[in-house]
């Protein structure tokens, strides 16, 4: 099975939090490294109450003098890491019982989708494009500094629902304005080409301006690779990107907590009201399972719904 550099990355931190809490809270592994831990400790030491210890151990935890909480997505992750290691060694004759497979799967409750309305996008691209929006001299003339760079990310990543991943890693080169187009690499690592409207056109040649402005006052090369730049002229950070979303759409409504994936649902829910084509939504958004898009989305139904019984008329009126 292929699996992505993130995915193996994620496996193996949560392999490492799992033999850190081994070593530090069960018998027989305890005064051990985890480098000394072989399989005939894992089959002697290990029944499913430490694997159900463990997740409640991921509650609340240290690691690497780290204070660490995990929600029940992360929890959830974390036993389908351990579980997939077991069964692994299981199937390979290497353990004796598969004891994580007792283990069920913690409950995930879903949570209340976050997304701006209209008028709120409206107003983000609004109090972006204003000059004194903070009333601290120093934070205004810093946001204007970079304004024509974060109006065209926030209307790129309004009006297209990319993840912020897939800005950040945007190229120079994956732009082509003439056909509205530019290509992305998706989770998993395909490349795909996307389109853009005439109104994140113009937010992008704004931006290209000031781009080209700033590399040559710094005497560097106008070939940079990376589309969007940080003020340090460096290709901007997934981390920088979240910090402005949540900077301006906290001005417009400080009770809604706002992050790029938000604004991915924003342009969805906004997709899906247009055209109410739940397979469209998916392939625009990268779904790779539309069940994914339905999950998301398919509360609307009642809005297509109710809007579809006021398109019949019984009688005319006179």
Known sequence: ???????????????????????????????????????????????????EYFLRYLSYYTFHGKPCRNGEKAKARKLSSVRS???????????????????????????????????EVDEVLETVESEDKFGSVFQDKYNLNARDRDIAILTLLLGTGIRVSELVGINIDDLDLKNLAF???RKGG????????????DAIENYLKWRTDRLKKAGLSEDTEALFISLQNKRITVRAVENLVKKYTGLVNPLKSVSPHKLRSTFGTALY????????????????DVNTTKKHYAALDEDIKREASNKVTLRKKS
Request: aromatic letters at 12%.
């Open 190 to 201: 395909n490349v795909a080409v996307l389109y853009f409207s005439d109104e994140v056109k």
């Open 183 to 185: 290509k992305v690499t």
């Open 273 to 288: 009201r247009e055209t109410k084509d739940i397979y469209m939504v998916a392939e625009v958004l990268g779904h790779r």
């Open 1 to 51: 099975m292929r699996t992505s550099v993130l995915t193996k990355l994620n496996y193996a931190t949560d392999f490492a939090i799992f033999f850190d809490f081994l070593v530090h809270k069960i018998p027989g592994f305890i005064g051990k490294s985890v480098q000394e831990i072989t399989l005939k400790d894992l089959d002697n030491y290990i029944d499913s109450s430490v694997i």
């Open 85 to 119: 290691l077991f069964k692994y060694f299981y199937n390979k004759d290497k353990l004796k019982e598969n004891v994580a497979s007792k283990v069920s799967m913690p409950k995930l409750h879903e949570k209340a989708i976050i997304r701006l309305n209209n008028d």
